[in-house]
């Protein structure tokens, strides 16, 4: 972030007072100054659980039972009886109420799901995806890659095991936003058949997703904020330019300050856009005058 040459040109005050968080500081030079924040965003993750589990139901395709008993690990679980070589229906696993920040950097989805079945070795899966938009973004396809455990198979205490798909830093091939998991349609996708002459059952007791991310900058919910330059050359000093309703809270040195103040973000931008139209007259009415006299000097 750096303040360059602003006094001649009031629209790049305009850019340099959004990227240093709606507020200035000149310097007394030409020279530029890059301005520092105490606060950065950090990478965090967020576990969500689907509300709505419905299936798409075809004659030809076996159904789950009980698919709702598949939103939350209590061992209450949906099933599926597969005879000799059927496929089953696709369970959807959607409206995540996910409440990711706007704009946030999104490293990787990982999708946990808890369950098993009486023959694992003869469950193949056909469809594993994540969507959103109606289905206008598209994951890509995980089937068969399922990691920390082997999928569909109980322990010794007939309990469910838990795997997953994806990782920590596994887009599933596709720009998912932030916006894009929010919607109420974002959705897991689950699909199996049989690949023997036996009858099977599967259960799925579970499924939840964690998202990892980083947010973008924030600096409107904490009423103190520290702000702070570089050590100025020798022969150089900083003014500090506070907008209006802020008033400096500390001051360690020539270089740093903490600010104090309740106003809010848009206040902060029309304070901005203000001061910008005053100077934009100003120097429109500068350059006016010089006109005039180079014009009166011609004569």
Not at 230 to 239: E, T
């Amino acid at each position: 972030m750096k303040l360059i040459n602003f006094y001649p040109f009031p629209r790049i005050v305009f850019f340099c007072f959004l990227i240093s968080f709606q507020f200035s500081l000149f310097s007394q030079s030409s020279s530029s100054c890059t301005v520092h924040v105490s606060k950065e965003p950090r990478a965090t993750q967020v576990l969500i659980r689907p509300a709505k589990v419905q299936q798409t139901t075809f004659s030809y395709l076996t159904k789950w039972a009980d698919p709702q008993n598949s939103s939350l690990s209590d061992d209450k679980k949906s099933s599926l009886r597969l005879q000799a070589f059927k496929h089953s229906n696709t369970l959807t696993f959607s409206n995540f109420n996910a409440n990711i920040p706007f704009g946030a950097d999104i490293h990787g989805i990982e999708v946990f799901v808890e369950g098993q079945s009486t023959i694992f070795t003869s469950i193949a899966e056909i469809n594993v995806l994540l969507h959103s938009k109606n289905k206008t973004i598209l994951s890509q396809n995980k089937a068969n890659t399922a990691t920390l455990q082997k999928p569909w198979a109980p322990v010794q205490d007939s309990k469910d095991k838990k795997w997953r798909y994806g990782g920590q830093t596994d887009k599933w091939e596709t720009s998912f936003s932030s916006t894009d998991i929010n919607r109420e349609d974002f959705s897991f996708d689950i699909q199996v058949r049989n690949t023997t002459a036996s009858e099977i059952t599967a259960f799925i007791d579970d499924v939840s997703i964690i998202v990892h991310y980083t947010p973008l900058y924030s600096f409107c919910k904490d009423s103190c904020v520290v702000f702070y330059v570089d050590r100025g050359l020798s022969g150089h000093s900083y003014q500090w330019h506070v907008p209006e309703n802020f008033m400096i809270k500390s001051r360690e040195n020539t270089n740093t300050i903490n600010l104090t103040g309740e106003m809010l973000c848009l206040e902060i931008i029309q304070f901005v856009l203000m001061y910008l139209i005053i100077m934009e007259i100003y120097w429109n009415l500068v350059a006016g005058l010089l006109i005039i006299q180079i014009a009166v000097r011609m004569v």
